[in-house]
C-alpha cells in the first residue's frame, strides 16, 4: 500500500500543504517513537448519559506486517492500562481507535511571535483494536515491541517466555482503517511587513533551534552482571543519536 | 490547588502505585513539553450514525493562570487546525476535550523482555475548551504560548501584534475539570526466578537507557540579521539540555 485513502476523518481541514496519506511516511513516524497515544470513546454508563470525553492512554507500540494479509502493516498495542481496554477490545468487531504520535523536531522562530512555529512530523491513525489470543501472535507481538524499543534486545534477553507470562500479557491488534501525517519542516517564516522593518530585523534574531531525542549512556542496574554496556545497545544509541540529530538539523533550513 | 478531584474518568485502573493527582506534577509536566494532543468526540454527522473514533489534533500549548480564578490554572491551546474547533469550542457550554501529554525519560531493560518498561511521565486532562473572545485574554495567551516556546521571546520578538494577526488568531482556553499523572522512574526490576538463574544475568545486560530532549545550536534563518544566537536563547538551550539530562539520569536507578 502506498497511500491510505482520503477520508471525512483523515481530509486535512487547515495546512492542507502540510498533510499527507503517503504510508511509507505515517509508517517513519511511528518507527521514530516507541509511545503513541491512543483514544477512545467510553461505552456509556447508562442510556441518558452518552459519553462527553474521549479517554487517552500513552501506550507502548510497534508496527508489524499484517498476519492475515502481510503487505499490510497493524500497529501492535501493550500498555500500562490494558486490563480495561482488554475487555472493551475482546468483541468481534474489536474497539474503534484512534492513535497519535508526534516527535518535535525544531522550534520555529519568526520575526512576529505569530509567525513562529515548530517543526514536527505527525501521524494519526484511525483503526479498530482487537485482543490477540493466537499463542504464536502474542510472541510474534512481544518480540516486535522489544525489539522496537531496542532492537535485537529480544534474542539478547531471557526468552522463551514462560507460559504464565505469555497468559499475563494482553496485546492489542490495531487494524489501520485511515491514516495521515502532518509534517513541517524548515526554516523560519516572517511577514513582507516585518521583513522591511530594518529596526525589527536589526533587533530580532531568526532562525530554528533544532531539537531530537538523545540517549544517553546506559545506567547498569544493581542485578547487572555483565559489565559494560554491551555493543548492539551502544551502537545503537550512538547510531541513532547521530541519525536524529542530522533530521532536526538538516531540517531547520529551507530545502 | 494542590490536588485534582479523582473522577469516573481519572481513577487509575492498572499501576495504580502510578497514578497521582498532585497538580503540581501534573502541571510540571505540561511544562516540560509544548505539545499536547487533544482529543474530543466529534459531532454526529447523522441522527442514525454516532461518531465511532475520536478526533485528535497534536497541538502547543501553554499553562496560565486562569483569568476568573488566579489560583486555578487554565492550559491555551494554539494549533494547526483552528478552523474545525474554532466553531465547535464557539457554543456557550464549549467542547469537552481530553489532553495528554507523555515525555519519554528512559528505556528500561530487564532479563525477561515481559518485565522491560519505559521510564515515562505522562499527564492525561479532561476539560473543556472554549474560543477565546476577548481582547486581552488573546494578548495574554499568546505571550504566555510564545513565551513557552521559548523563555523571554515574546518581548525580544516583534510586539505588539497587529489588529489583523490578533482577529486572524484562533486560541481556546481549557478549563480544567478533572487531570491525573502517570510516572515510572527507576531502574529495571527482573522476576526472582530470573535473578535466580545465574545463566540469564551473566548473559543478559540490565539497566537502563535514559532518554531527554536535547535542544541544539541555533540555525540562523537566510533573513536574520542579527548574527549569533541571543544569550536569552543559547542560555535556556544551555540550562534545559543539562536540567533534562540530569532529570533522566537520576530517574534511571531506584531511590
Chains 1, 2 share one sequence.
Not at 511511528?30 to 474521549?54: E, R
Not at 493466537?134 to 534477553?157: C, D, G, H, K
Not at 530585523?201 to 546506559?218: A, F, I, K, N, S
Request: hydrophobic share 35%.
Amino acid at each position: 500500500m502506498a497511500t491510505y485513502p482520503v477520508t471525512e476523518q483523515t481530509k486535512a481541514n487547515r495546512y492542507a500543504e502540510r498533510a499527507s496519506y503517503d504510508a511509507p511516511l505515517i509508517h517513519s513516524i511511528l518507527l521514530a517513537s516507541p509511545l503513541t497515544h491512543v483514544s477512545f470513546i467510553p461505552p456509556s454508563t447508562s442510556p441518558d448519559s452518552p459519553p462527553t470525553h474521549p479517554s487517552t492512554l500513552p501506550m507502548l507500540t510497534a508496527l508489524a506486517p499484517s498476519p492475515s494479509s502481510p503487505s499490510e502493516k497493524v500497529i501492535y498495542l501493550h500498555g500500562s492500562s490494558l486490563s480495561r481496554l482488554t475487555k472493551l477490545c475482546s468483541t468481534p468487531s474489536g474497539l474503534p481507535v484512534t492513535l497519535s504520535t508526534t516527535l518535535l523536531d525544531g522550534y520555529v522562530l519568526a520575526l512576529s511571535p505569530f509567525s513562529h512555529s515548530v517543526n514536527y512530523r505527525s501521524a494519526v491513525i484511525f483503526g479498530r483494536a482487537h485482543l490477540v489470543t493466537s499463542r504464536e501472535e502474542i510472541l510474534a507481538a512481544m518480540e516486535a515491541i522489544t525489539n522496537r524499543l531496542v532492537p535485537s534486545r529480544w534474542e539478547n534477553s531471557r526468552v522463551p517466555p514462560t507460559e504464565s507470562e505469555i497468559k499475563a500479557t494482553g496485546v492489542l491488534r490495531v487494524e489501520i482503517e485511515g491514516a495521515s501525517a502532518k509534517v513541517r519542516r524548515g526554516g523560519a517564516h516572517s511577514e513582507r511587513r516585518d521583513l522591511k522593518d530594518e529596526g525589527v530585523r536589526g533587533r530580532v534574531w531568526t532562525g530554528v533551534v533544532p531539537v531530537w531525542e538523545e540517549m544517553g549512556q546506559g545506567v547498569e542496574g544493581g542485578d547487572n552482571e555483565v559489565g559494560d554496556v554491551p555493543g548492539y545497545i551502544e551502537g545503537w544509541v550512538r547510531g541513532e543519536n547521530g541519525r536524529r540529530r542530522a533530521w532536526a538539523e538538516e531540517g531547520a533550513v529551507d530545502e
